[in-house]
């Protein structure tokens, strides 16, 4: 958390057209008891860390929403 984030968007000559375009970013983090972000320990940071709560784009179980027959990339 408070790192740089980045996204690896790949694509294709040939690609199927679609309604939209998301761009998911996936991190995580553990809270402390009061609410704050717990720091990273050097154990945790050389083992990849997995927090107690796994984000997307930021948020804790995000709606994402997509109509009948909409195709998303």
Same mark, same amino acid.
């Given at each position: 958390? +408070? ?12 690609? *199927?057209?679609?309604?939209? =375009?998301? /761009? @998911? %970013? ?6 402390? +008891? ?12 050389? *083992?990849?860390?997995?927090? =107690?709560? /796994? @984000? %997307? ?17």
């Amino acid at each position: 958390f +408070g790192g740089l984030y980045g996204a690896i968007i790949v694509g294709d000559r040939d690609q *199927l057209p679609v309604t939209r =375009e998301r /761009v @998911l %970013v996936i991190s995580d983090i553990t809270l402390d +008891g009061a609410g704050r972000v717990r720091p990273v320990t050097s154990i945790e940071r050389t *083992l990849g860390r997995e927090g =107690e709560l /796994v @984000l %997307v784009n930021g948020q804790v179980a995000p709606r994402l929403t997509a109509g009948p027959g909409e195709r998303e990339r």
